[in-house]
């Protein structure tokens, strides 16, 4: 089942999505999904987070210009 999600109102890259993750949490947990997709025996769980939160990071920056 696909879920439509509803932002709420604000202009924060921390406005909160209906189910209480903030943008950047759930664009890190999307890539962190496709970081371990692609090679799921990493063995630092912490290098994992630190990558995603970079992408979510770089993808929030750009879209706020």
Do not use: F
């Not at 063995?43 to 929030?60: F, G, I, K, Q, S």
Request: without cysteine; aromatic residues 6%.
């Amino acid at each position: 089942i696909i879920r439509r999600l509803r932002m709420e109102k604000g202009s924060s890259n921390n406005e909160q999505l209906t189910y209480g993750l903030t943008k950047r949490e759930h664009i890190a947990a999307l890539a962190m999904q496709g970081l371990l997709s692609e090679r799921p025996n990493y063995p630092d769980p912490t290098t994992v987070a630190n990558w995603a939160v970079a992408y979510a990071d770089a993808l929030l920056e750009r879209l706020a210009r």
